[in-house]
């Protein structure tokens, strides 16, 4: 059993609380993506459960027992570094075999683990090598390598595909999923890519300044994100946000540049912002041009063209709207012909918008 | 003494001008002189443009070329020269000063001597210097452990003999004791010794000197190293559960090699160039005799023996050339 649990675990250096008061039950045999800006603390996160930081308040369990002053050896635990960390001075058999060795593990056993380790991950032909004659892939391979060898029953991984090129890194996303399934262990994986988050995680945890804003499946958070920073954090390009102004009689969201009525399953939540402000959010999937839309329920609005992002099958367009000061994004089909600076007319998909309140930043309750 | 200040600043003053000077006005007189301006063929040009950009770095290492030669090879021949002449370099003598060596107690004794400087104090300034470093690295109070450390660096060979000499003092069996070692010795109700002429041992508190000076030079130069190593290999080693001795040698030592390299046989060579020390706490006395301090004395003291002075000189020669090869190939093959 190796589930991981942070009950109201603060790290602080001196005066400054990295993480604060983090509750995150991570259960057994799950891939957990913990995501979020720079500076959130999810590196932190997952140097604890290494053990290579220690935990200023809370507890954190690995299974049953509190592991908060628990040697990093005895956690059961592997780690796979953004930098693969290495030894450069071992052929890529010793690098894997360096942990079985420290264990004083008999040779011939050594030797199998590492030949089975390296089956599963092809490096067969390479044990021989020092890591400077890999690349980048590969010694990725062997980082990975030297996790798997010990067995551990919880994976870490921080941020590692983030030195690869594109092609290398979707690829290594589909080794590092299926390995983690095989192998059934828990994995805690790292990343500020939300890509990443989305297509590897079994669930998310979303972190910003040292909390936990949601955890939830890739989909739960994509549908239902619980507040303004983990609606515009998942999901590219960033959620579009308006602030538009509900009317007296709760029905319709109104803006200088479009009128939405309120899908049934936010009008009971809406009814206490009656005359009140509300921040709406759209998906740039959810405003199309009008002949590109099969939606039933829609509302229209124009803006100026400001940006065009062609990526092939879509184009990406910003456009000025009137009365805000953001840009509405869109996306539209790549052969629809726009401008910069020409005016087009766009519909919104009302029934997919998202409300919040635009103090506490957090969803309202649609039913 | 504002005199002296002032003379002292002219003196900088007249040099680093001068040496400009030099530079600027050669480099300038090149320009003008091989000037590729003015009325010529484009072929005229390419020819003087290359004649004048052939003799342009000759300008600048000129001097330093030639001081060299004057200051470094010259003194070299000379002594290989005078190694197989008389004691006043008049009459050819063959390798009779060699077969001389080769006999002489005193030579054998400071070879032997040198040996043992050799193998102790490189080993034990590094092992010392490395093992300080590594333990310092991660300590809020490392970094003044290590100014104290590095502090003998700053002291002079002689100035720390000096010292020394008080630690190993010895006033006979009836004064008071006022060496640190026999203080101790007393303390604990033991006989006091006279340390440095102690035959065989006496050599080791001499190396001690020595030792307690490189000590900080190993230090500083390999904690840089230590630094260097990546702190994920570090944390991917302490998750596999080697303890701080294994990650020190498995980890750590395997990585700076080559900076442990640099700083033994940079310690060493000092070590083969050992002087001062000797002649300050033993002068050669009671079996401490080491090759450099026994060429002072038979090239300028009593013997005044040019021919068998610059025998042994060539004999520190030949043995620091293995060290200074090896250090320069490695120095090499770090830059590629």
């Known amino acids: ?367 | 003494m504002i005199g002296q200040i002032t003379s002292a600043l002219m003196a900088i003053l007249f040099a680093v001008g001068g040496c400009a000077l030099f530079f600027v006005g050669a480099n300038v007189l090149l320009d003008r002189t091989l000037s590729s301006r003015g009325h010529m063929t484009d072929l005229q040009r390419q020819q003087r443009d290359s004649l004048r950009e052939s003799i342009r770095p000759w300008i600048f290492i000129g001097p330093a070329v030639a001081l060299l030669t004057i200051f470094l090879v010259y003194p070299v021949f000379k002594s290989l020269w005078l190694s197989f002449h008389d004691a006043n370099g008049e009459s050819f003598v063959g390798v009779s000063n060699y077969q001389w060596a080769l006999t002489d107690p005193e030579f054998r004794i400071s070879i032997r001597n040198n040996l043992l400087w050799l193998l102790v104090v490189p080993t034990l300034s590094t092992g010392f210097g490395l093992l300080i470093a590594y333990m310092t690295d991660r300590l809020w109070w490392g970094q003044i452990a290590r100014s104290l450390v590095f502090l003998p660096m700053a002291i002079s060979f002689v100035g720390a003999s000096v010292i020394w000499k008080f630690v190993y003092d010895y006033r006979g069996t009836q004064g008071d004791q006022i060496g640190l070692m026999n203080a101790i010795l007393v303390a604990f109700g033991l006989e006091p010794q006279a340390w440095i002429s102690l035959p065989f041992w006496n050599n080791f508190l001499l190396m001690v000197i020595l030792i307690w000076i490189q000590t900080g030079f190993a230090m500083v130069i390999l904690g840089a190293a230590i630094r260097g190593v990546p702190e994920d290999t570090l944390e991917a080693a302490q998750m596999e559960g080697a303890s701080p001795m294994q990650m020190l040698f498995r980890i750590v030592i395997p990585q700076i090699v080559p900076t442990i390299v640099v700083v033994w046989t940079t310690i060493t060579i000092l070590v083969l160039k050992v002087f001062d020390i000797v002649l300050a706490m033993t002068n050669g006395q009671w079996d401490t005799e080491v090759l450099a301090n026994l060429m002072f004395d038979w090239m300028f003291r009593g013997g005044g023996d040019f021919g068998r002075g610059s025998t042994i000189a060539v004999v520190i020669m030949i043995a620091v050339l293995p060290i200074m090869y090896w250090n320069i190939k490695r120095a090499r093959e770090d830059e590629q």
């Open chain 1, 1 to 367: 059993m190796a589930s991981i649990s942070f009950e109201k675990v603060v790290k602080s250096y001196g005066d400054v609380n990295i993480i604060r008061g983090l509750d995150l039950d991570i259960r057994d045999k799950e891939f957990m993506v913990l995501v979020g800006p720079s500076g959130c603390g999810k590196s932190t996160t997952l140097r604890m459960i290494a053990g290579l930081e220690e935990i200023t308040n809370g507890h954190l369990k690995i299974g049953d027992r509190v592991v908060n002053s628990v040697h990093p050896k005895d956690r059961d635990v592997a780690m796979v570094f953004q930098s693969y960390a290495l030894y450069p001075h071992m052929s890529v058999f010793e690098n894997i075999a360096f942990g079985l060795r420290l264990r004083k593990l008999p040779k011939d056993e050594i030797h199998k683990m590492v030949h089975d380790a390296a089956e599963t991950l092809g490096l067969t032909e390479l044990l021989d090598r020092k890591p400077k004659a890999l690349s980048g892939g590969q010694r990725q391979r062997v980082a990975l390598g030297r996790a798997i060898v010990r067995k551990p029953s919880v994976f870490l991984f921080d941020e590692p595909l983030s030195n690869l090129d594109a092609e290398l890194r979707v690829q290594m996303r589909a080794e590092i999923g299926k390995l983690q399934k095989r192998l059934a262990v828990t994995a805690v994986y790292v990343t500020h890519d939300q890509v990443e988050a989305m297509t590897m995680g079994d669930r998310i945890a979303v972190l910003h300044d040292g909390e936990l804003r949601q955890v939830g499946t890739p989909l739960e958070l994509y549908d239902a994100p619980q507040n303004v920073f983990v609606a515009q954090f998942i999901g590219t390009p960033n959620m579009n946000m308006l602030r538009m102004t509900l009317d007296e009689d709760g029905k319709t969201l109104r803006h200088p540049s479009v009128s939405i009525p309120v899908p049934p399953q936010w009008i009971a939540s809406a009814n206490a912002y009656k005359g009140k402000s509300l921040l709406v959010g759209i998906r740039p999937e959810h405003v199309r041009a009008v002949d590109e839309n099969e939606w039933h329920n829609t509302a229209a609005l124009s803006g100026t063209v400001e940006i065009i992002e062609t990526l092939g099958h879509e184009i990406i367009v910003h456009m000025a709207i009137e009365g805000s000061d953001t840009q509405l994004i869109s996306k539209m089909d790549a052969h629809n012909t726009h401008t910069v600076g020409s005016v087009v007319s766009v519909e919104v998909h009302t029934t997919r918008i998202h409300l919040f309140d635009p103090e506490t930043q957090q969803r309202l309750t649609s039913e």
